[in-house]
């Protein structure tokens, strides 16, 4: 006893004061180095030995040729022989960690288990209407930006980016037939005095508000720090609690401390909050919980405008499988991965896809099919129940679900005049209050429910190439949130065959979601031709979401404790089994992509965030040199 006690005032006494933890920190590092010098494991080909980019080349409109890229079905015959990669999952995080480890000489096979290729970047067609399904809008998009350079090599030069309207994003507020509008504007000083134009006598409170988006979003490499250091070093970190010392944004608790907390510093004007908050969509959690540093990267993001991929965002995995099979990769559809296998020690060495269960092997097993999917439905569950991975999915929790109103609509983008840019309806001030009663309601409730938000987008406004290919014709998303337990009763009917009960909950969200529409856009009236609604048991069979959810993991505060972000990481401690896409780091598409980039850099061992600097300075200088000899 007197042994424990002794101890345990000694690390007391050092955790008290930082001058040892520096030292210890400096020490170890110095260790590591030495360790890593002479003894580390040797540092795969660098994916960025040259710039992948092309001229670009015409549009393919074509339905066969993009089904040939983008709906190869799974058969035996195509896997390629010795593989040192399998990938799970279609999405930007994994097709983007293919695309690199495949120009690093590995052999790469990414198994879908939908029949398209591209996770939450496809599109899909129906009466014809074509309709993307997660990707509706993207910020850092400007020439020479880090995202924008990496997804030049990515898909040789082929993706093309449409800027969005100047005011990218509208408030409306209150009821959408009589709304009050507030616009965002793009670009840096622009966005702040357009805040200051609509709220002049916030002018204070605005600029103070923009100082610390500025500090939070600077402070966020602290937790990609614990991301992509080496799993040790994080570890000491942590468990000495010098993270809070060495990382900004635990000092300054920016990950601790939520957006509304913050708010409610700066102003008591409701609209002003409500105006400042309207983009928690984008992140599927209320101000009263998101950490304000998620708020501001996202804010960050938007900042010089937002961008759309011109013939639709089904582009990007176009591409990016084009590069990944030109080194001698594939990637399949219809290939339902059903278990991760396991060797005796726990190693991951292969997966067993579809009802034939066919066992393919490889050196490495990269997942981009979320958390929960991996742990608990692929692996072996003694293994899964091994990993410090497997708590935190309790802990986390699933991010909310979403509902989809689908329309098509008689007239072109430019008759109809729609917008290249996003509507977000509240009919409400406080949206934690308002949002919180919705998702509470029961399942027996949704028949008489009033929908208090709703996020509208024309895709066929926002791609340039839209009337080449749908001549005549406009595409509408109306988006809101939903309470898995509204459908869980429906998750195992069958397709198009749940009911009539189900189809009229479908029928009374959908007239209300088209009704904002209609209200807030009334050259809309008497077009509608077409409505289909995705439910969260639509976006389980679809995207292969256990619970419709639209984020993975949940973005609230409890993701971002130290301890967490530090074990939610590309290299798992499952040896052989890597992870990708936004559970690894936080939500959506630039998160995903670049997770792609940090678990090829763990499996490449070498720093590819480097690699990419070197090669975005060559592109300048490329790039410099065209525009004189053009001038």
Known sequence: MSIDIGLRSAIEYIVTRPAFLVAGFLFYVVLYLISVTFFGKKYGKNPFTKDYRRPPEPFVHDTKAREDVLKQRFKASLVPQNLDAIIIGSGV?????????????????????????????????EKGF???????????????????????????????????????????????????LFKMKAGEKEYVQNLINLFPQEKDAILKYMELIKDASSSFYGIVMLKVLPKILVRFL??????????????????EKTLQEFLDELTSNKELKLVLSYICGDYGIFPKD????????????????????????????FHMIQSIEKEGGKVLVQAPVTKILCDEKGRAVGVRVGKNEMDVFARYIISDAGVVNTFKTLLPESVARSSCIYPLIEKVGPSCSFITAFIGVEGSPSELKLPAGNTWVYNTDDINKTMSEFLNLKADEMEDVQIPFGYISFPS????????????????????????????????????????????IKDIIGRQLWQQCVDLFPQLDGKKVYMEVGTPVTNQYYLAAP???????????????????????????????????????????TSALTMGLVCASQILNRNLYSDLLKIRKQVKKIDDLTKIKSD
Not at 136 to 159: A, E
Not at 296 to 310: D, E, F, M, S, V
Not at 461 to 482: F, M, N, Q, R, Y
């Open 130 to 180: 074509e309709f993307d399904t997660g990707i509706h809008y993207i910020g850092n998009m400007h020439n020479g930006s880090v995202d924008r350079v990496l997804l030049d090599q990515v898909t040789g030069g082929q993706l093309r980016w449409a800027p969005m309207d100047n005011e990218f994003d509208q408030v409306a507020m209150g009821d959408p037939a009589n709304a009050k």
């Open 547 to 589: 619970q419709g959810e639209m984020y993975g993991l949940a973005q609230g505060k409890a993701r971002f404790t130290a301890d967490v972000a530090s074990k939610l990481r590309p290299d798992t401690d499952i040896p052989g089994l890597f992870l990708t896409g936004q559970d690894t780091m936080t939500c959506g598409f």
């Open 93 to 125: 995080g994994g097709l983007s960690a293919g695309v690199l480890l495949s120009r690093a000489g590995c052999k790469v096979l990414v198994l879908e288990q939908h029949d398209q290729a591209g996770g939450c970047c496809h599109t899909f067609v």
């Open 290 to 317: 998101v950490p304000f540093f998620l708020h501001a990267i996202l804010i960050t993001h938007y900042q010089k405008g937002a961008y759309y991929p011109r013939a639709g965002t089904s582009e990007i995995p």
């Open 461 to 504: 406004a926002k791609d340039t190439e839209w009337e080449k290919k749908h001549p005549g014709k406009s595409s509408v998303l109306v988006i809101t949130l939903a309470n898995w337990d509204w459908f869980k009763e429906w998750k195992d009917e069958k397709l198009r065959h749940r009911g009539d009960r189900y189809e009229g």
């Open 238 to 255: 942590v468990v000495t609690g010098l993270y809070k010392i060495v990382f900004r944004c635990y000092r300054k608790r920016y990950a």
